[in-house]
């Protein structure tokens, strides 16, 4: 197992542990988030699905190759992003408040051994246009610890 993948799934046993505990969803969520924990979990797992089956939507070329290009390789560098937390993937089907957070969690941890099990060339981010597997790994772990704080227990994503 990668780097990378160990993030991932370091990340995903933390949040089954957060589960397990029924520790307030405040703990691990993002100050400001808008969604609950069910609804932010659906996110992440569907923007990690999208990365391997190809994304509902992409942003205009010139904004992928521009703006979204510049935007990965400060994140990359960085080791951290930054972004809406209320910001839904453009042709996504909605998320639903209503699905029991462990439901949601299983979705996801079929998404990370779907992502982690890929060998092909991923799919363009809508924004950010292409990435390498290592590259959407590193920015898959960036964003689960952006709405999921608590799970790495600081505010940066561990690399």
Same mark, same amino acid.
């Given at each position: 197992?990668?780097?990378?993948?160990?993030?991932?799934?370091?990340?995903?046993?933390? !949040? *089954?542990?957060?589960?397990?505990?029924?520790?307030?969803?405040?703990?691990?969520?993002?100050?400001?988030?808008?969604?609950?924990?069910?609804?932010? #979990? *659906?996110?992440?797992?569907?923007? #990690?699905?999208?990365? #391997?089956?190809?994304?509902?939507?992409?942003?205009?070329?010139? /904004?992928?190759? @521009? #703006?979204?290009?510049?935007?990965?390789?400060? /994140?990359?560098?960085?080791?951290?992003?930054?972004?809406?937390?209320?910001?839904?993937?453009?042709?996504?089907?909605? &998320?639903?408040?209503?699905?029991?957070?462990?439901?949601? /969690?299983?979705?996801?941890?079929?998404?990370?051994?779907?992502?982690?099990?890929?060998?092909? @060339?991923?799919?363009? $981010?809508?924004?950010?246009?292409?990435?390498?597997?290592? *590259? /959407?790994?590193? &920015?898959?772990?960036?964003?689960?610890?952006? $709405?999921?704080?608590? !799970?790495?227990?600081?505010? *940066?994503?561990?690399?």
């Amino acid at each position: 197992m990668n780097e990378t993948s160990s993030t991932l799934n370091d990340l995903a046993a933390r !949040l *089954q542990m957060h589960i397990a505990e029924d520790r307030p969803e405040s703990e691990v969520l993002a100050s400001g988030s808008v969604w609950n924990l069910s609804q932010t #979990v *659906q996110h992440c797992a569907q923007t #990690v699905v999208y990365s #391997v089956i190809g994304y509902p939507r992409l942003k205009l070329a010139l /904004f992928r190759a @521009t #703006v979204g290009g510049l935007a990965k390789r400060l /994140f990359l560098i960085r080791g951290a992003m930054k972004h809406p937390l209320g910001a839904e993937i453009d042709g996504a089907p909605p &998320l639903d408040p209503e699905l029991p957070v462990s439901e949601a /969690f299983a979705g996801l941890t079929e998404a990370v051994a779907l992502f982690i099990a890929h060998t092909g @060339t991923p799919a363009r $981010h809508p924004a950010y246009g292409r990435c390498t597997h290592a *590259q /959407f790994g590193r &920015l898959h772990a960036m964003h689960l610890a952006e $709405h999921l704080p608590g !799970l790495t227990g600081a505010d *940066q994503c561990p690399t």
